[in-house]
């Protein structure tokens, strides 16, 4: 099955303890991305990638820290959270970048920072 | 940079009747894709339909239907004989094709209750 796979799904930790959230997709898709999501806002993009090794700036993504050694995934790294990154956290991926194929969304996972 | 309203926060139909959600958006680009997602109680979100700025035919999807004004920067979707199922949160986003990182915008979105 054609999928975008999280984990986790929820998460609770403390302030300034690192922690990653994984994002894998079996589709081959080149193009990949990470929304947070929170109330009154809609979805934010916080960091892309293009291709392997090609990652860029989305529109907030401080704290955040992202790599994409492979094609298939797209771990998503908060090296201090804090508070303010308490949120819902969504990878998506797409087929390329160049077009304009439907995004595909992952379950998304619950990120609670005390 | 763009941005999306949906000035609709709750919405509530019965059962198979016609629901319109409103989209409004604001951008200086003319190469541009409008999408609505549903998400449900899961939070999944999910695809219910696109629609290329380039295209004056309003896409439709089964029981989904556009309603797409480019002059006055709208995107309205109709959800015909509204199902239970339909119960989730449905945002509009903006993709901008001329912005090679291919963001989508969000609005912040409408909850939609269907009655039974």
């Known amino acids: 099955e054609a999928q975008v796979t999280q984990n986790p799904r929820y998460l609770i930790t403390v302030t300034g303890k690192k922690l990653t959230v994984t994002c894998s997709q079996n589709m081959n898709h080149e193009y990949m991305s990470w929304y947070r999501q929170d109330p009154g806002l809609g979805l934010r993009q916080i960091y892309y990638s293009m291709n392997v090794e090609v990652t860029d700036k989305g529109d907030v993504p401080e704290g955040y820290k992202v790599s994409r050694k492979e094609k298939r995934n797209f771990p998503l790294i908060l090296e201090s959270p804090s508070p303010n990154q308490t949120s819902l956290y969504f990878c998506a991926s797409s087929l390329t970048w160049s077009g304009v194929e439907t995004q595909y969304f992952g379950p998304g996972t619950r990120l609670l920072v005390l | 940079a763009q941005t999306v309203t949906q000035s609709q926060p709750e919405m509530s139909v019965q059962e198979a009747e016609t629901v319109t959600l409103s989209c409004t958006y604001d951008?200086?680009?003319?190469?541009?894709?409008l999408f609505w997602y549903k998400q449900p109680p899961s939070r999944q979100m999910i695809l219910v339909i696109r629609?290329?700025?380039?295209?004056?035919q309003n896409a439709t999807e089964n029981r989904f239907s556009v309603n797409f004004q480019k002059a006055a920067k709208s995107f309205s979707l109709k959800i015909s004989d509204s199902q239970l199922g339909d119960t989730a949160m449905y945002f509009c986003a903006f993709m901008n094709l001329r912005a090679g990182r291919r963001a989508l915008t969000f609005g912040s979105g409408t909850r939609l209750q269907v009655q039974p």
């Open positions: 951008t200086s680009e003319s190469n541009y894709y």
């Open positions: 629609q290329e700025a380039y295209k004056q």
